[in-house]
């Protein structure tokens, strides 16, 4: 852990939060920006209530920027959509005050969940699949982080 405790209010809204719009995603295929502030305000003053250490904010920020790096790079492509890049940051700064290797890994199984669910769409439903929501795969990348988090920081 990078330092203080882990912020379990922050885990708890931003876990409700991506699967609430886990949902709204899949039947929409978009995120609206007004989710995505009060996710990230609700998200602020979980910090405040957790008490985050000067660290864990420092290591919060480094983890969510870059990933929204990371993010908006992939929207300037077309692979995900603006509301994705605008929301890959929120979990990743909370994963962040715990240990920003664990917000990367976090991505990473986000975006094997992605690939997988492209590939059994192009199987099961054909080639003709374009778009795919992620923030469900967000969601998984982000619950994974939960409860592999401790056994991952141990490797």
């Avoid at 990078?2 to 912020?7: F, I």
């Avoid at 609430?20 to 989710?35: C, H, M, N, P, T």
């Avoid at 240990?99 to 054909?126: K, N, T, Y």
Wanted: proline share 4%; hydrophobic share 65%; net charge negative.
């Amino acid at each position: 852990m990078v330092g203080g405790e882990a912020p379990i209010a922050a885990f708890l809204i931003v876990l409700t939060g991506l699967a609430y719009l886990a949902f709204v995603d899949a039947k929409r295929l978009e995120v609206d920006g007004w989710s995505t502030a009060a996710l990230a305000a609700a998200t602020l003053i979980a910090f405040r209530v957790d008490g985050l250490t000067g660290w864990q904010w420092i290591w919060a920020a480094a983890a969510g920027a870059l990933v929204f790096v990371f993010y908006l790079e992939l929207g300037v492509e077309g692979r995900v959509g603006g509301g994705d890049v605008k929301l890959a940051a929120i979990p990743a700064a909370v994963i962040g005050t715990v240990s920003p290797m664990l917000a990367v890994w976090a991505v990473l199984v986000a975006f094997g969940v992605q690939s997988f669910l492209r590939l059994l769409a192009r199987i099961f439903v054909g080639p003709s699949v374009t778009e795919l929501p992620h923030v469900p795969a967000m969601f998984a990348g982000f619950a994974a982080a939960i409860v592999f988090g401790q056994a991952m920081l141990l490797i």
